[in-house]
């Protein structure tokens, strides 16, 4: 039976799902064969493959941190919230989730400062706590990225099936091809340029959803009329736990709940997840913590002003004839599914809408599901096939291994998204449940890198246990409120609120706990030297001649020392950065003056790299904005309306919608023009190299 959402053909939704896919695996081709030829990185080099070369700027990566943390769940499981509980659910999904990206700026900048050359976050936990720690974050790592993974899949299949009557299993394995294929293309670079494309696109889109909306649609057209229609839309449904059943308040009950499960939930989410870990290692030192910060602030525009405006639409627009439903109101498991946003964009512009969003929400899909991709197989890569399997695997080993598992891990998501589908799981519980199962590892992996008296038994401890407690309190929770414990009754506000806070706490305090009583009293001084041979070869190529005119950095790089022949020929163990001799001496002695600009701020990374003691003034800036900004948003804006039962007038509704579109336009800046302005000397010279036939 075809959906009440269903306006487009099936063809149109196996059109996104393939055609756009592998479009965007065409321009990798094309960007990875100009950048092998036309700069000094190369592809085919693990390092450059999993890590970037470690040279992305901060502009690149605040872009990419936007993809990243834009899952389908930003778009569909916010604008659920504003059609459940009104302004207040867009607020607190943005908020409750941009404090973890702003907190991690603090991480970023430790891994720059204790474990400059890692490759991934689960390196140093082997390095400090042995086998047994490692192979246990392995586990929480991965049940991150397959929860992740396969939510992306679940939400992004639910809205394509709903406007274009597309199988929803084919729509689940198709998706990931195209990822799939051009991220084995291009590695982590090539997936922080299409997630900038992807973020191009998306920000477009989201103004123009919220200028139709509230300037030019003749069903709500401003945000005066919004205003009316909702505090109409509160006398026919009033909102339960809100103050007089408002939509315009931020006395939200379940939505500060949502607001505390959504800390919880997406604490798991990054601090846990390789594919964050993976930017803070792919920046240079001196940049990583103004990267976050700004990627922080704005992804907050996403989910704020995309909800603010479809789902606020959907609420109003339920009494229009023009609404896919109309006249009965939408289902509960359709409005959990993630269709508000399918349902309010149909009804403000017919057609043209839904392929809107459409494109928005597979962009949202494949940039996230590209960065999980390139994270989990850097996991299998080097925690599970070069730590267990093969320690002496050369570059060319390692990058085989990876596309492999690129491939490997698309299936696995695909499989595990059916599988929740078949059994009746829907984006909603999944979002709600995932944090109780991932939380009690937050701060053990937290630690782990910025606190040197967490020992392993406390960080194993802490994990595990508050998995344990985590689930425990959830189903009883469930089970005392409701009497059964059903997919219905575990789903609920005050089940997984329950159980993401005994999860998160737990781990906490037992990991503290246990490590207070038997500290490690750790020396830094081992992470520093986790692929510290490696730098060896890095300081060699840097002592070479400057390179040649025509051997640039890529546009998302700063500087990398030129290529050398070892990078150019077959991969040996002898050759290997891997394998090579351990570095005995930092690179203090380089000279600046008999460098290129370029490998002059390569140098300066490598000194920073050997020097972490002057990253202490971007750690203190790390510390007070990240402290600062969780205060403006979690307390002091939203807890004064909260607590004086504040109902929205007229007036400041119409100042709330247009600090969102302010917030967007920042945002656009952020993550669209700031990379291009950082990179615009190398893309003039990169363009009249080409022009010019300049390659290697």
């Known amino acids: 039976m075809a959906s009440s959402a269903q306006i487009l053909p099936i063809g149109a939704g196996y059109g996104v799902v393939i055609g756009v896919g592998f479009f965007f695996a065409f321009v990798m081709m094309g960007i990875s064969h100009l950048q092998n030829k036309y700069t000094r990185f190369n592809t085919n080099t693990s390092e450059e493959f999993n890590t970037a070369s470690r040279s992305i700027k901060p502009g690149l990566i605040a872009s990419g941190i936007v993809s990243a943390w834009t899952w389908a769940a930003t778009l569909l499981q916010s604008s659920t919230v504003a059609y459940q509980y009104g302004v207040a659910g867009p607020f607190w999904y943005a908020a409750g989730a941009t404090v973890q990206i702003l907190m991690f700026s603090i991480l970023a900048c ?92 998306l920000m477009i889109i989201i103004l123009y959803f919220m200028f139709n909306a509230y300037a030019t649609n003749d069903l709500i057209g401003s ?37 505390v499960i959504q800390l919880c939930s997406g604490s798991g989410t990054v601090f846990l997840d390789q594919a964050y870990w993976q930017r803070a290692i792919a920046s240079r030192p001196t940049t990583a913590v103004r990267a976050y910060i700004l990627g922080g602030l704005a992804w907050f525009a996403v989910p704020f002003g995309f909800a603010t405006t479809l789902g606020l639409s959907a609420v109003a627009l339920i009494d229009n004839p023009r609404f896919p439903t109309y006249p009965g109101v939408p289902q509960s498991s359709d409005i959990s599914a993630g269709l508000a946003s399918a349902y309010a964009a149909q009804a403000l512009m017919g057609k043209g809408g839904a392929v809107a969003l459409l494109i928005v929400l597979f962009m949202a899909v494949t940039s996230c599901a590209s960065a999980e ?26 990058i085989f291994v990876s596309h492999i598992m690129i ?3 698309g299936l696995t998501m695909a499989v595990f998204a059916c599988i929740w589908n078949a059994i009746g799981i829907d984006l909603g519980w999944l979002f709600l449940v995932m944090g109780l199962l991932i939380g009690g590892a937050v701060f053990p992996a937290a630690f782990a890198i910025t606190w040197r008296g967490q020992s392993a038994a406390g960080a194993i401890t802490g994990a595990i246990g508050g998995l344990i407690i985590g689930i425990a309190a959830w189903l009883a929770t469930a089970k005392v409120y409701f009497g059964e414990l059903t997919i219905a009754s575990t789903g609920t506000e005050y089940a997984t609120l329950a159980g993401n806070l005994a999860a998160i706490m737990s781990g906490l305090i037992l990991t503290v706990v246990v490590s ?61 950065i891997s394998t090579a001799p351990s570095i005995s001496s930092p690179t203090h002695h380089l000279s600046r003056a008999s460098l290129s600009s370029e490998d002059a701020e ?42 004086s039962h504040y109902v929205f007038s007229k007036g400041f509704f119409t100042a709330w919608i247009v600090i969102s579109f302010l917030w967007v336009f920042a945002s656009t800046g952020i993550s669209v023009i700031l990379p291009v302005v950082e990179t615009m000397g190398f893309l003039k010279q990169f363009g009249r190299d080409v022009m010019g036939g300049k390659g290697k």
């Not at 005119?549 to 020392?561: E, I, R, V």
Request: aromatic residues 10%.
């Open 223 to 259: 945000p005066g009329e919004m205003y009316e229609l909702l505090k109409k839309a509160a006398v026919q449904r009033p909102v339960a736990g809100n103050v007089q059943g408002s939509y315009m308040t931020l006395k939200s009950n379940y939505a500060l709940i949502f607001g």
């Open 407 to 409: 491939c490997a891990f």
């Open 602 to 643: 390569r140098a300066a990374d490598l000194l920073t790299e050997e020097n972490p003691s002057s990253l202490r003034s971007a750690f203190k800036l790390a510390c007070i904005a990240s402290f600062v900004l969780t205060f403006l948003m979690d307390f002091l804006i939203p807890m004064p309306m909260f607590f």
């Open 516 to 576: 207070v009583i038997k500290p490690q009293h750790f020396d830094w001084a081992i992470t520093r030297s986790i692929n510290a041979e490696g730098a060896m070869v890095v300081e060699s190529q840097l002592q070479k001649k400057p390179m040649q005119q025509g051997k640039l950095d890529t546009a998302t790089a700063t500087t990398n020392p030129t290529a050398t022949d070892d990078e150019k020929a077959p991969s040996t163990p002898e050759n290997d």
């Open 373 to 398: 991709l390139i994270a989990v197989s850097s996991l299998l890569t080097f925690d599970v096939y070069q730590r267990y399997i093969r320690p002496t695997a050369s570059s060319a080993s390692l």
């Open 110 to 201: 430790k891994v720059k400062m204790n474990a400059p050359r890692a490759h991934t976050y689960l390196e140093i936990v082997q390095a400090r706590y042995g086998r047994t720690a490692h192979i246990t974050f392995l586990f929480f790592a991965f049940v991150t990225n397959i929860l992740v993974g396969s939510q992306l899949l679940l939400g992004g299949s639910a809205v394509v099936t709903s406007l274009t009557g597309m199988n929803v299993y084919a729509a689940i394995f198709l998706i990931p091809v195209g990822v799939c294929a051009y991220v084995v293309l291009g590695g982590l670079r090539a997936t922080f340029l299409c997630d900038y494309s992807h973020t191009v696109i």
